[in-house]
């Protein structure tokens, strides 16, 4: 082949790769384990750049590990359930289960041109019977191990796609899908038990030294520990079975600014009093309408409903504090009820300026403190302030200080107790709708709510169901919903709710290790496997997958299904940016804009010459128009193109913006690279100086040690700069053809991770042994990183004029003879003799003349 032609050799090294079968796991004690895993994707139909970067990444990696003769699991699955499935049936009819397989078989198709080094003998779908049966019988086990129970909750309902929706499934009050504003309403859930492993959970990031810091912070916010107090506010005239409302308070130190008392609308007082007060029972039902997020919460305006009743201030009898029934306190919170301290709480405050209540100062800044207006006075907790409200601590204290002795205060007073609380909450199963999988248990009459036999598993979703009317087809499926109890077998009801997909991707990592098993894991395939060694996805789920993860690891410890190592199941965790690109945009005649794909935009100016307007570095959207499609670039350019240009540009933790100029001068260098190789190949020449095989060499080392440390960095940006530096050098060299093979086969094999068919093409050119993805990885000679040589430039009148090679150890004397014999030197001397000479070591000479 005389020119670089990517569609072929990339076909050729693809085909060679399967028939080789040299990417398939198999189990091995011979060999070091390692295994890498990106996240996998949702079947939507189309792959993007994207999952181009992120699948490049760990195909870096893994390619890498291969060649340092580690035994290397890289598997390939699809988080296949979920409701935009459900959607894409209703709005163009069909069913969510030939939609999700035919998108499957379509971003199959598109991925396996990138050369991805997968295991595709272990692919598969959270829809696969073969897999939600055994998460079934997960299920089964973490019931009998009392993680998992059922219970009636407040769950955010979109009433137009009829189902639950998790607090992330919440977009400014609708729901993430249908756009419906969101109702609070109370169902019987299912949940996991995560909040009786919130302490662990918690104490165990500060061992994840290999996850980003800003992951773990995340997760800690999110688990949300903290030291408060419990106690009770007497309620004055109570209804019956009510004489005291309790709270709990993270902020004791502002109990002496309490102005009013707010409860939940679901507060088990505020439903006994709307059973009599009509009004009431109107103002919970509109405050049950909004969504139950922080982010709804706390943009919602701030409504309350005065019950009449009071409570007396419980370091002063005579104090009386109105009770509120507030929209924005949750049951699920605390206990449903707050104290309100106005001066120090920006919902507090704009709450009781609404409804004329008073504003109590309990604390002032240091110097020019004021009484609280318009805005509440709400301190770092480190920060010192002077406190006007102080019982049992100095005048002038942090909020933390006062806090421990606001505690230890009341409960030496016998008001209330100190309390360590959690703001992580259990985690909610249940979701209304058909595409998820079943929940395995049934409801009998006689036996209550029975566990479905792990024989009769998987309890399969039946195919014959219709979408032409809002809810879950399961609740109208009498065929599939009526069964008989697998206790008395006596007619019963199936449990028609089926599982957050969040639980579908809790626990994928541990069946790859064993993908067939007729148990959720093999214990010998998962003990030799796990961890994973090396987790690469989006910040996007730095919460609540990875926390959900952990809490699966653990769960399937302690029922048997994974080793106590795995407890944390992954080791190291990368998070990449994402893939931009600019956004082209012309206006309507009402100014509205209107998105043009990019390749109808030339020199920013669409095909009939209109100018458009250009937003740079956006996140690829298809409602934006920027997006590339991988397909099209791997037709046009090749798949090594793609892998090269997404890893070359930022590092990978940042955004990388796509360029069409950028994927060309990719193209362009792979393409020299294989010229220059070719015509290595074709060379028979010796070296014109002795010493240039030597410097040749010392830099395919050195190019060798800083593309090894780069990939075990995740530097991969700067092992791609290293070896565009390499390629100049080799392209440039006068040394001798057997010099320059032996850099060219090293170049071929640093960039065989980055672009694997280039690099098997090259390597069978050269002569190579085998595939190049087999072969070992070329070790940097320790010595010859060290250089016995080095350049010093001559300044000439403080101006630079020429430089010089010269040992590294010579001395000052010797290198100063060396300078003034230099063309340059002598040129400018003109046979006088210099003012100065001032040779400092390893850096420059400067001749004064």
Not at 41 to 60: A, E, F, K, Q, W
Not at 354 to 380: R, S, W
Not at 590 to 615: C, F, K, M, Q
Request: aromatic share 10%; proline share 6%.
């Amino acid at each position: 082949m005389s020119r670089y032609s990517a569609a072929e050799i990339e076909a050729k090294w693809q085909d060679a790769w399967d028939q080789a079968e040299i990417f398939r796991a198999t189990r091995s004690e011979d060999k070091p384990k390692y295994y890498v895993l990106e996240m996998f994707p949702y079947p939507s139909g189309r792959i993007h750049m994207g999952h181009v970067r992120n699948y490049t990444m760990g195909d870096v990696i893994a390619r890498y590990k291969i060649s340092t003769g580690h035994n290397v699991l890289h598997p390939m699955g699809w988080d296949a359930f979920g409701m935009p499935a459900e959607n894409a049936a209703m709005a163009i009819g069909g069913h969510p289960k030939d939609w999700t397989y035919g998108n499957i078989d379509d971003m199959r198709a598109q991925m396996k041109p990138l050369g991805l080094s997968i295991d595709w003998s272990r692919e598969f779908a959270t829809c696969d019977p073969e897999y939600y049966g055994q998460q079934q019988a997960l299920f089964l086990d973490m019931l009998t191990e009392g993680l998992v129970y059922r219970k009636n909750a407040v769950v955010n309902w979109d009433p137009v796609d009829m189902t639950v929706l998790a607090n992330e499934q919440v977009e400014q009050g609708r729901g993430w899908r249908s756009g419906a504003l969101v109702e609070r309403r109370e169902l019987t859930q299912w949940f996991f038990k995560i909040s009786d492993m919130a302490e662990e959970l918690l104490e165990a990031l500060d061992g994840l030294e290999n996850w980003p810091a800003k992951v773990r912070l995340m997760q800690e916010n999110w688990i949300g520990k903290s030291r408060g107090l419990q106690f009770a506010f007497g309620l004055i005239d109570g209804p019956d079975g009510h004489d005291r409302i309790e709270v709990y308070t993270t902020r004791p130190d502002t109990l002496m600014g309490a102005s009013f008392i707010g409860i939940s609308p679901d507060h088990p007082l505020a439903k006994q009093l709307e059973r009599e007060n009509p009004d009431l029972a109107a103002f919970s039902a509109e405050c049950r309408k909004g969504g139950t997020t922080e982010e709804a919460i706390e943009t919602a305006e701030k409504l309350g409903f005065d019950t009449g009743l009071r409570v007396r201030h419980p370091f002063d009898t005579a104090w009386e504090l109105p009770v509120y029934v507030a929209n924005f306190i949750l049951m699920e919170y605390g206990t449903g009820a707050i104290f309100g301290c106005p001066a120090h709480d920006q919902r507090d405050l704009d709450f009781a300026r609404k409804y004329g209540l008073d504003v109590i100062d309990t604390f002032v800044a240091l110097e020019g403190g004021t009484p609280v207006e318009d805005e509440a006075f709400v301190p770092q907790k480190s920060e010192k302030v002077r406190w006007l409200k102080a019982f049992g601590w100095d005048d002038e204290a942090t909020g933390s200080e006062a806090i421990d002795a606001a505690i230890a205060f009341c409960e030496s007073n016998g008001v209330g107790q100190g309390v360590t609380k959690f703001r992580l909450r259990d985690w909610g199963l249940s979701r209304q709708r058909y595409w998820g999988c079943p929940i395995p248990v049934v409801h009998c009459d006689a036996c209550g709510v029975v566990p479905e036999k792990k024989e009769n598993l998987p309890i399969r979703l039946p195919d014959d169901v219709t979408f032409d009317q809002p809810g879950n087809p399961l609740d109208r499926h009498p065929t599939w919903r009526d069964c008989t109890c697998p206790t008395c077998g006596k007619p019963a009801r199936r449990e028609t709710d089926t599982m957050d997909t969040f639980v579908d991707s809790s626990w994928y990592f541990a069946r790859f290790t064993a993908p067939r098993a007729d148990t959720p894991t093999d214990m010998a395939e998962a003990n030799y496997w796990m961890n994973v060694d090396q987790y690469i996805g989006g910040i996007e789920h730095a919460i609540l997958h990875l926390l959900y993860s952990r809490f699966f690891a653990r769960a399937m410890h302690q029922t048997g299904h994974l080793p106590a190592k795995a407890i944390e199941p992954f080791d190291a965790l990368f998070t990449q940016g994402m893939v931009t690109h600019e956004i082209y945009l012309t206006r309507d005649e009402n100014n509205r804009p209107v998105y043009h794909l990019p390749e109808d935009v030339t020199d920013g100016r669409l095909a009939d010459g209109s100018p458009v307007e250009i937003i740079p570095s956006a996140k690829m959207s298809k409602s934006k128009k920027n997006v590339v499609d991988p397909v099209n670039i791997i037709g046009a350019y090749g798949a090594d193109t793609a892998r090269w240009f997404v890893l070359s540009d930022s590092p990978p933790e940042r955004d990388v913006e796509w360029t069409a100029s950028g994927a060309e001068a990719t193209f362009k260098h792979l393409a020299r690279v294989y010229r220059i190789v070719s015509e290595i190949i074709a060379d028979t020449s010796e070296a014109a100086q002795p010493e240039a095989d030597e410097d040749l060499l010392r830099e395919m080392h050195k190019a060798i040690h800083d593309v090894t440390v780069g990939i075990e960095s995740f530097g991969f940006n700067a092992s791609i700069a290293r070896l565009y530096a390499f390629t100049n050098t080799l392209s440039k060299s006068t040394a001798g053809a057997g010099a320059k093979r032996q850099a060219a086969t090293a170049l071929a094999q640093l960039m065989s991770p980055m672009t694997p068919h280039l690099a098997e093409e090259l390597w069978q050119l050269l002569g190579g042994t085998g595939l190049i993805a087999n072969a070992p990885w070329p070790q940097a000679d320790e010595a010859m990183l060290v250089d016995d040589t080095i350049t010093l430039p001559i300044q000439i009148n403080g101006k630079r004029r020429t430089e010089i090679s010269v040992p590294k150890d010579m001395p000052k004397s010797e290198v100063e003879k060396i300078a003034l014999g230099t063309d340059a030197v002598v040129k400018a001397l003109d046979g006088a003799q210099p003012k100065k000479i001032i040779v400092v070591p390893g850096r420059i000479v400067n001749v004064v003349i």
